[in-house]
């Protein structure tokens, strides 16, 4: 048996049994209201049981319970006993570990108790008379967090307030009641022995006052009184002028005889005793007033009574016609039912079409609805209940209906018998039909939508999107804080929100966070968050929208910028691979990327650069020279997307040889050179996946921005080595040059001779010089020297260069100029235009323009055009280089052609018109 309260909470059972009588609570109907405080108090600490117990000598009895079936259990059972001698919520982690409450059959048997916290409810005069309390059936080692504790707290004071409601209700009508018969016993005193009596002696000039009037002057019984000395200056001076009139009135035997006037008695220091009504009568004897006698009756309360009950009634004569609601007063007893004037304004009911009973009301109430309410209402009113609320359809003088809400309060005598119930109705048709509007785009909305409570973080109310959204049920939502779906990493942040919020905070605020969905996946939401007052109420709503794949492509874009940024200050295909594989592994969360190129000697693929996440380095060698059948694929040019290499059919045969590779989803993307397989691209993830197409295009970009660098940096490369070749065979011709010169000048005797023989041996040797570049005779085909020249920029993609025209024999000098020219327009391609990029194409056409004469004769013109296309956009250049000098000028200072560039938005037109003849001359 569990243990029972000590002796000094045992001692206070007296004091306590008092107060619930105060109360009057025990073995009273469930009520909304404590229901409510239990539903709170376990979404506050999320337990599933929840209870609002009271303690008497006996037993403890629910007045709201919330996951518990039974209405009460003995003393043997409770553990919110232990809470009477306490000021602060009593928290046990562990009920079966705890001495006072290990025994109790709620822990030992069903249905298993292992955690309680409870907050004490104690009355104003510091009487402990129960707890609120939650319980689990799951120890909870942290207990309750201090914002849970305090909630739990500020709740039992919330339930406390009730109870006092509720006693001052009950105290109230106890008031009323006795008030009631107070009322009689003193009409009935006043008529029998309450009035007082004066006598005025005017013969005499002698004045008697009995008790009852010298109570009300404030006169003692043996102190003489007298109309001078006692009478007119107990009465308050701005009524004795009155009154003294209306006596002297009274006693003038001609007049009416008779004193009616009500005054204010004061204290002899001036203070005022009571409003008194005076009656009084002359007594006459042939026509001799002989004496005057009458009554004093104290009216204090009666005028303030009616003061107050005046002011209430015109506070309630503008309430009633200010306001849009029905208000109605039912007399239960009489069955007679007052309405005010909005049943005309609202419903068109005017007064003389509306019969002043219940009957005419529920006669009004739709037929399907009619039969609930008059139940209901009659529970309440034959019950002990107090309120009754309602909503219902109720017909409008013209026969349509509208949506209303109903509320009453009973009026009931000392014995609880039902006297009046006074209510209101609202009109919520308008309202419905709005909300019910809100309902439907509410529910409709392509984003998530959550309504939360701004001090808890308690998601009230969601939409199906954000159930999407976060991949979970409503119920998984719908009375949790949402604070759950937060990262932990991002607690900081959703923290000082929700300090804002619970501050009260008035916001309308867009911001981007993360969540964790129910499945453990983050994603990023955008969030619409506004918090605005409602009535008295502060509500919050967030309106959510995934963004995760906008981040992603941000991200990836981002990753491309830095990309190019990077790639253009490469200097080797070391670094160039390096950077792609270390960008490709960051940005998208992979275990393995890489660059890899195949060795000319041993055809093999040689790893230049890898990046790992937590993996052992690849580079110097590649696991695919053990995989046949990727290889074969790889080289027909397909790009291979593996979601899971082992549960690949096409890749069985190789599975085995990626064991311990860190790799089960793969994408790599071939590298070819004339429809030759010479590099490699990949990206490994150490977990099967499936690769979004995003994902797989951003691949394919880091490739094509990596083969394109790669050649730019060949091109590069094979310029540099033909300059240094240039270079070395100038200077051989310089020294021949100067060799010749100083030979032919040596001993001269004749200038003329000299001068020919000196011109003529250093012609043989520019022939010499231009059979040395192009390696053949003293001519070449125009076709073979522009391919020549373009030679290195042929990656073996189809129609990647189009040349096209007639054929031409063009001279050295000529050949000398336009091979220059077409390298020069080739590189510029390489580095910014069509050769920068897969794709690209680049067309070089020329035509022959006839003479006069209308044959191809040494006077037609040649028209050579260059054509870039599929590109990235061009640019204009803001300076022109040494190149592009050479370009416009070369060949008109070699053969007098024209040359003229246009940096057209979808890539440059070169435009190189010569004559014929300079290009055909041989010398």
């Not at 010298?214 to 043996?222: E, I, K, M, N, T």
């Not at 009465?235 to 004795?240: A, G, L, M, N, Q």
């Not at 991200?555 to 080797?572: N, V």
């Not at 599975?655 to 993307?669: C, D, N, P």
Request: aromatic residues 6%; negative net charge.
């Amino acid at each position: 048996m569990s243990p029972l309260p000590d002796a000094s909470v045992a001692a206070g059972f007296a004091e306590r049994r008092a107060a619930l009588a105060r109360y009057g609570i025990l073995d009273t109907l469930p009520e909304q209201d404590f229901d409510d405080a239990v539903a709170l108090a376990a979404q506050l600490c999320a337990a599933p049981t929840a209870l609002v117990s009271l303690v008497t000598e006996d037993r403890q009895w629910f007045k709201a319970r919330l996951g518990f079936s039974a209405p009460e259990t003995g003393l043997d059972r409770s553990v919110c006993s232990h809470t009477l001698g306490l000021r602060d919520v009593l928290i046990i982690p562990d009920l079966a570990a705890d001495d006072r409450t290990r025994t109790n059959p709620l822990v030992t048997g069903a249905p298993g108790m292992r955690f309680y916290a409870g907050a004490p409810l104690i009355t104003p005069e510091n009487v402990a008379i129960g707890a609120l309390c939650v319980l689990d059936v799951v120890p909870r080692p942290e207990g309750l967090s201090p914002a849970q504790k305090a909630g739990l707290a500020a709740l039992a004071r919330s339930v406390m307030t009730k109870f006092e409601l509720r006693r001052a209700a009950l105290s109230r009508r106890a008031e009323i009641a006795a008030l009631a018969e107070s009322e009689l016993r003193l009409r009935l005193a006043v008529e029998a022995t309450g009035i007082g009596t004066f006598d005025y002696d005017l013969t005499a000039n002698t004045l008697r006052w009995d008790g009852r009037t010298r109570a009300l002057f404030g006169v003692g019984p043996d102190v003489p009184v007298s109309y001078e000395g006692s009478f007119l200056p107990r009465i308050h001076p701005e009524d004795r002028a009155r009154t003294d009139a209306a006596v002297r009135a009274a006693l003038d035997p001609d007049g009416p005889g008779r004193f009616d006037c009500e005054y204010r008695t004061i204290a002899s220091d001036g203070t005022v005793l009571h409003r008194v009504a005076a009656r009084g009568a002359l007594v006459a004897e042939e026509g001799r007033a002989l004496r005057f006698v009458g009554t004093v009756r104290d009216v204090t309360a009666q005028r303030a009574a009616l003061g107050a009950l005046a002011a209430t009634e015109e506070r309630l004569r503008l309430a009633t016609r200010a306001t849009n609601d029905a208000i109605w007063d039912w007399d239960l007893v009489a069955d007679h039912v007052m309405w005010n004037e909005a049943l005309e304004v609202a419903y068109g009911w005017t007064p003389e079409t509306v019969e002043p009973t219940g009957r005419w009301w529920l006669d009004r109430i739709h037929p399907d609805d009619r039969a609930r309410i008059e139940a209901d209402i009659r529970s309440v009113i034959d019950g002990t209940g107090h309120d009754w609320r309602h909503e219902y359809r109720f017909r409008r003088r013209d026969g349509t209906y509208a949506e209303v809400f109903d509320r009453g309060s009973m009026v009931r005598d000392a014995r609880g018998e039902p006297l009046r119930m006074i209510g209101a109705m609202l009109d919520l048709t308008e309202r419905n039909r709005v909300s019910g509007q809100l309902r439907a785009v509410f529910e409709g909305a392509n984003v998530g939508i959550v309504q939360i409570d701004p001090r808890t973080l308690v998601a009230l109310e969601v939409n199906a999107k954000l159930c999407t959204i976060w991949g979970a049920e409503e119920s998984d939502i719908v009375g949790h804080s949402v604070a759950k779906w937060t990262p932990l990493e991002d607690t900081d942040e959703r923290d000082r929100l929700h300090r804002r919020l619970a501050a009260g905070e008035i916001m309308r605020e867009t911001l981007e966070k993360r969540y964790r969905r129910k499945d453990g996946r983050l994603i990023w939401g955008r969030v619409n968050l506004v918090s605005q007052v409602n009535g008295d109420a502060l509500l919050t709503t967030a309106m959510i929208e995934d963004i995760t794949e906008e981040k992603r492509v941000e991200t990836r874009q981002r990753a491309l910028i830095e990309l190019g940024d990077r790639l253009r200050d490469a200097s080797d295909a070391a670094e160039v691979s390096g950077i792609a594989a270390a960008i490709l592994g960051r940005t998208l969360g992979l275990s393995r990327a890489g660059y890899s190129a195949i060795e000319p000697a041993t055809g093999r693929f040689r790893i230049e650069r890898d990046w790992t996440d937590g993996a052992s380095s690849l580079a110097g060698s590649h696991p695919l020279d053990l995989v046949p059948a990727t290889m074969a694929r790889l080289r027909q040019g397909e790009i291979l997307v593996i979601a899971d290499v082992a549960a690949d059919p096409a890749l069985a045969p190789d599975a085995t040889s990626y064991a311990g590779l860190l790799t089960r989803a793969q994408i790599k993307v071939p590298l070819l050179r004339r429809s030759e397989l010479v590099g490699l691209l990949f990206a490994h993830a150490a977990e099967p996946r499936t690769w979004e197409p995003g994902e797989i295009g951003f691949v394919r970009e880091v490739a094509d921005r990596v083969w394109a660098t790669l050649s730019r940096l060949q091109a590069e490369e094979q310029q540099r080595v033909l300059n240094r070749e240039l270079s070395h065979r100038l200077k051989n011709t310089l020294t021949m040059a100067q060799a010749i010169a100083s030979q032919t000048l040596r001993n001269v005797t004749d200038v003329g001779s000299v001068k020919e023989a000196l011109v003529a041996r250093l012609v043989a040797l520019g022939k010499a010089h231009d059979i040395l570049l192009s390696g053949e005779g003293e001519g070449a085909g125009l076709e073979a020297v522009l391919a020549g020249a373009l030679a290195i920029h042929d990656d073996g993609e189809p129609d990647r260069i189009r040349l096209s025209g007639p054929a031409i024999e063009v001279g050295p000098k000529a050949a000398l100029s336009l091979s220059l020219m077409i390298h020069e327009l080739a590189t510029n391609a390489a580095k910014y235009g069509a050769f920068s990029v897969p794709g690209g194409r680049v067309g070089l056409e020329w035509t022959i323009e006839t003479g006069p004469e209308g044959r191809a004769g040494p006077d037609a013109l040649v028209r050579m055009v260059w054509t870039e296309s599929g590109g990235p956009p061009v640019a204009v250049p803001s300076r022109k280089g040494f190149g592009s000098r050479l370009i416009e000028r070369g060949l008109s200072g070699a053969v007098g052609g024209e040359t003229r560039t246009d940096y057209a938005p979808d890539g440059v037109v070169c435009r190189i018109t010569a004559p014929l003849g300079g290009l055909l001359e041989k010398e």
